[in-house]
């Protein structure tokens, strides 16, 4: 089935924020934000500002009427600085006028002077200097000194990677219109209705049951708005709290660039064990996280990098530490993976250093290792392994040493021209690593004619949830998807809802669709056998099973003569509901944080990726030739939708380590703040050929209908990228000494390609090898 939006889209009918129709009176808001990225405010000067053409209102901390705190998981986040800027791009004033235009030109009116105060970017001096969200936290299993003794090569290094700008072709914005009695309603791109609900009860003071967070759809979000849409939000609440109009604010590109927060960059440090045959004894890893100047969700990111610190490997004896650094960028926040890919990298990385000083190919460890059913990840859950699988079908389908070979002759011909490739294998778990966050809830209604209409906690932002919803009640209720309406996402009509984050929206949501939709068929099911028997035929002492097929009533296996519609009519008549609410939570999760141990996840996705690359050794630029994937959908209910999530998420985790480049300067200045600055893939840098073979995997699990989830998994394989273009500057210049610094930017690629291993650097790196 198409995604039910494809039509809308092409014909630009879809509504987004900007889409819904403003009611008169509205006004429009723009933010006033820090110049700096730590300081005093001495003095704001907003004189010139409030008698600029149109201007209404300038809020500041001062007319916060309940708590100037926004901060999630530690109430660490003002809405508006009152005292102290803490990052570039920090909202110190809201003006409110009467045009998008007079706002943003009074933006440029307010004079503010800051006493500076040090400025830190790095994660590693933050850590230095004690500046940490959290504790930190370490994930243990086996016994990793008595190890070290046990390995018979032991490997040490560092691994960066970058942040990543989330893009969501739609920008952040919110629209807020007041009520009577007091009531707002915020039509917001957010990913969590609920946590602007929340929040903005805070800020301004008044019971959650006030207001109405109302989303239809969102142009992308991508974990940008898993927690950052919030602020956008509580700001229009709060000018329409005060002047009791409609108040709406959308950014422009560069300001939602400056101003939000990214994908976390990380520094790491690894060590890794071996013995002979290849096997991982030992690994070891410090990762410090670039929080940002708050915490918004860096400890939940920092804990799935903790999960995910062993891709797909079984290694029994681990330590990971991680800090989560507090520096003075914009708050870092929840992007596709969570975390997730930048703990695999840095084991990566440690198997090709090692594969590097081994002489051997890389994937010569990774098969060796691969997690097997019934073997325990670090944090005490059991593996129902498909890692096997997956990497078994890969070399089956593309085989794996044919394709080496073909790169090796090719390089033997080609001085200009060196290719490369690389396999990823990914393992993620889908729950969220806070176990109460795991429930949603699903309101559907039967309307008389037989049309239904559905509310659930998700949010659509592209990857398909509203079809997959719709997609259960038609198969629950064998009617014509025609027929269902997934209504918007608002928490009058569901409330306590998380936010659709974790790739879990569809399998939360659409479990308790299917919970809802079952109830009201054992209650139509009763009516059928009360009414149809004497139509069917059939021996009335008999209880006659029921089916509805094709929005026919078949009992006994006998089609009758009552059809779905009327079948409806008469449970209305019989004053029997036809509504249903209803509640789902996977079974089996639980994790104790004070010993790191537990069943966090309802299941894991597998697959394995080649990701193969020609580099042009003269310019430093490269093409990604193909990406070949293994992945396991458990039983896909949407095919189109699920490959669309795996061709989306590979190009953008390829972005991610290939082309895009966050700049903060030392000022803590974002320098990459436009689209001119900050590449990402186009359709002219996306990989010439994208194969992926759906393996349908059996094991039970809590997936809706056996279709595990798909949003974030396939981003890791973008991993495979950088090692791919790290192998083909091998195949040109065997001495390169290539830092594991993610993204592998042309630039780098071509001091690469002429860099030369210091006698140090040999030194080094021989002894190290035990
Ligand atoms: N696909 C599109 N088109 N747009 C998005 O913003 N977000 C991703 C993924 N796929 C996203 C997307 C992220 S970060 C997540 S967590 C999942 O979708 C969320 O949706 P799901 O839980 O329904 O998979
Ligand atoms: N958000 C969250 C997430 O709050 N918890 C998670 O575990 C998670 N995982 C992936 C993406 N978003
Ligand atoms: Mo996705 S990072 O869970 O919004």
Redesign the pocket.
């Known amino acids: 089935m198409k995604n039910i939006d494809s039509y809308n889209h092409v014909r630009g009918e879809s509504i987004y924020l900007d889409d819904i129709p403003l009611q008169a009176e509205t006004l429009y808001a723009a933010v006033y934000d820090s110049p700096i990225a730590h300081g005093k405010i001495k003095t704001l000067d907003m004189s010139e500002a409030k008698n600029a053409k149109g201007v209404i209102r300038i809020l500041t901390a001062k007319d916060i009427p309940g708590e100037n705190q926004i901060g999630g998981i530690v109430p660490d986040e003002e809405l508006l600085a009152d005292t102290h800027v803490h990052f570039c791009g920090m909202p110190i004033a809201l003006i409110i006028a009467d045009s998008e235009e007079h706002a943003r030109l009074a933006v440029k009116k307010i004079k503010a002077t800051f006493e500076p105060l040090p400025v830190i970017t790095d994660p590693r001096v933050a850590k230095e200097k004690g500046e940490l969200i959290i504790p930190p936290r370490t994930f243990q299993s086996g016994n990793i000194e008595t190890a070290w003794k046990d390995c018979s090569y032991i490997f040490e290094g560092r691994a960066d990677t970058n942040g990543q700008e989330?893009l969501?072709i739609e920008t952040q914005g919110a629209y807020a219109i007041p009520q009577e009695n007091g009531a707002i309603r915020i039509y917001s791109s957010t990913?969590g209705p609920t946590a602007v609900q929340r929040t903005a009860a805070r800020v301004l003071g008044v019971p959650m049951n006030k207001l109405e967070v109302d989303t239809t759809r969102?142009g992308?979000?991508?974990?940008?708005?898993?927690d950052q849409a919030t602020a956008w939000a509580v700001l229009c609440a709060l000018a329409s709290f005060h002047l009791k109009k409609p108040v709406k604010y959308s950014l422009h590109r560069m300001d939602d660039m400056r101003m939000t927060g990214k994908r976390h960059p990380y520094s790491s440090d690894f060590k890794i064990g071996l013995n002979k045959d290849l096997k991982i004894l030992a690994y070891e890893a410090v990762f410090y996280q670039n929080a940002g100047a708050a915490a918004d969700l860096s400890p939940a990111v920092m804990e799935r990098t903790l999960f995910h610190c062993t891709n797909s490997y079984f290694v029994p004896n681990v330590k990971a530490t991680a800090y989560s650094c507090r520096t003075h960028l914009p708050p870092n926040t929840?992007?596709?993976?969570?975390g997730g890919p930048q703990g695999m990298f840095v084991i990566e990385a440690a198997i090709a250093k090692a594969a590097d000083e081994l002489k051997i190919p890389a994937s010569s460890i990774q098969e060796k290792n691969l997690i097997r059913t019934g073997e325990e990840f670090p944090y005490g859950q059991k593996a129902d392994s498909e890692a096997n699988e997956c990497w078994q079908k890969t070399d089956e389908l593309y085989q794996i040493k044919k394709l080496q070979e073909e790169i090796n002759h090719f390089n033997a011909s080609s001085d200009q021209y060196k290719k490369g490739m690389a396999i990823m294998p990914v393992c993620f778990g889908i729950s969220f690593t806070k176990t109460l966050m795991n429930q949603a809830r699903s309101l559907v209604h039967v309307y008389t004619d037989g049309s239904v209409g559905i509310s659930t906690g998700?949010?659509e932002?592209?990857?398909?949830?509203n079809t997959?919803i719709l997609q259960v009640a038609a198969r629950i209720f064998s009617i014509e998807p025609s027929r269902i309406k997934i209504n918007t996402t608002n928490t009058w009509r569901i409330a306590n809802t998380s936010p659709?984050?974790?790739?879990?929206?569809?399998?939360?949501?659409g479990k308790a669709t299917e919970i809802a939709c079952m109830q009201i068929l054992e209650r139509l099911k009763k009516i059928a056998i009360e009414e149809c028997v004497v139509t069917a035929d059939i021996d009335k002492t008999e209880i006659p099973p029921f089916e509805l097929k094709d929005e026919w009533i078949y009992i006994n296996g006998k089609k009758t003569e009552w059809t779905w519609n009327k079948l409806v009519m008469a449970a209305y008549i019989k004053r029997v509901s036809l509504s249903e609410l209803a509640h789902y939570t996977p079974p089996g999760i639980h994790f104790d944080p004070s010993k790191e141990k537990g069943h966090p996840f309802a299941y894991h996705v597998y697959g394995t990726a080649i990701v193969s690359v020609t580099v042009d050794c003269l310019r430093g630029i490269y093409e990604i030739d193909n990406v070949k994937v293994v992945h396991d959908f458990g039983k896909s209910m949407n095919t189109i939708v699920d490959l669309?999530?795996c061709e989306?998420?590979i190009v953008q985790g390829i972005g991610w380590m290939t082309m895009e480049e966050i700049v903060f300067d030392k000022d803590g200045k974002l320098r990459s703040n436009a689209l001119s600055t900050y590449k990402v893939p186009d359709i002219y840098s996306v990989p010439k050929e994208i194969t992926i073979h759906a393996l349908e995997t059996k094991r039970d699990n809590l997936a809706i209908f056996r279709s595990k989830?798909?949003?974030?998994p396939p981003?890791m394989y973008g991993i495979g990228a950088y090692f791919a273009l790290r192998n083909a500057i091998l195949a040109f210049n065997p001495n390169a000494n290539i830092k594991f610094d993610a993204p592998m930017t042309p630039e780098k690629v071509l001091l690469n390609l002429y860099n030369e291993k210091s006698d140090q650097d040999m030194e080094n790196g021989q002894s190290k090898s035990g």
């Open positions: 989330h969501y990913q969102l992308g979000g991508f974990g940008g708005k898993e929840a992007f596709r993976g969570f998700a949010v932002m592209g990857q398909g949830v997959k659709t984050a974790a790739s879990a929206a569809a399998d939360l949501n669309g999530q989306g998420g989830a798909v949003g974030e981003l």
